[in-house]
């Protein structure tokens, strides 16, 4: 109750405006190319990311795509290098999977390539609670956990080569966690589980985690920095019941943009000079946003880090 009280507090009239504001705002193109520089980006199989790989190809970059689906990265993989002429390579990881999500960081931190940007884009919606055979909940562990995992592995490998963005896909769904995290209770046994409220969790431990990543990095030339979308037309949610899935198609999908948007943002974000510097900032699309209160506590930060090392069997 104390740390309701705590966050309410913290909310502002004037962080609504800025909102509404931004989520008018002019999405910021970068027009410059990326040739020979790598991109290693998640979930690019479908939606954002697999535009956010087209684009940056577009552009001259090559690309590792981490997936979990063996024959849409052969393919996507396929299409990409026919159609722009740039190496792309996959690497299948389930991140329903600690050990699957640990075994690609070790070989990318193991090989001599160097990352020049690391986008973490794979997430999932669920209207129901599930555990992972890792026995975490689903969506933590899928939209949080194997992007700290990633990070945590190669933090240093990063640091050394120098110059990298780091972009993490959040969402604007990071303020369903009013209440912020509930470390204690990860699975949901003393707080009624909803879609809404795991997606917002997972989402805010990703921003709370950036803020420990971003001090981990400071005086290097390393960034990191998340963002929302925007609301775009992709498969996310569609491994939900026929309720859920119906409300989607007939209203979630009618307002939503194509996430050819998103890929814009995500190129800017990655590429352009005006970001050079930025680090540890939430963007909705290319407008930099305060996020949700819960997002930006510290103390809480410290706690999800070291219990992140311990559940990503990192120590
Ligand atoms: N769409 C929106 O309006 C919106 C708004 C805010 C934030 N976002 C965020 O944007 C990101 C991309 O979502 P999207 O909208 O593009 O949805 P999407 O089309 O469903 O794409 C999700 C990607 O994540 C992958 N993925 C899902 N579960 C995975 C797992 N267990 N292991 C590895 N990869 C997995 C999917 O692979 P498969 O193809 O194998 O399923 C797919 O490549 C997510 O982080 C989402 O939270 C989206």
Redesign the pocket.
Known sequence: MIRVNKYWKEYKLSQMWAMRRNKKAEIKECDEDFKEKLVVI??????????TARKYALHGANLIL????EE?SFTICEEIRQDFGIECEYKI?????IS?VQKVGYELLDSDIKIDILI??????STKKIFTEDNIE?VF???YL?SFILNYILKDKLKTQGNTRIIL?????HRFAILGLSLDDLDWEDHHYSGLRS?GKA?TAQLLSMISFDDYFKDSEVSINAM????????????NGKIYRFFKHHF?DRA?KS?EI?AQALYYLGVSNEINGVSGKFFRLTSEEEPAPPALDREVADELWSLSIKLGGLE
């Open positions: 998640t979930g690019a199989t479908s939606g954002i990311g697999y535009y981490i997936n979990r689906n849409k990881a389930d991140f329903t999977r699957d973490h884009n794979a997430g999932v919606y689903l562990q899928v939209d194997g896909v959040n969402s604007e769904g997606y989402k929302h979308p925007g609301s775009v037309k992709t498969n996310m949610g569609e491994n979630v939503a996430p998103s």
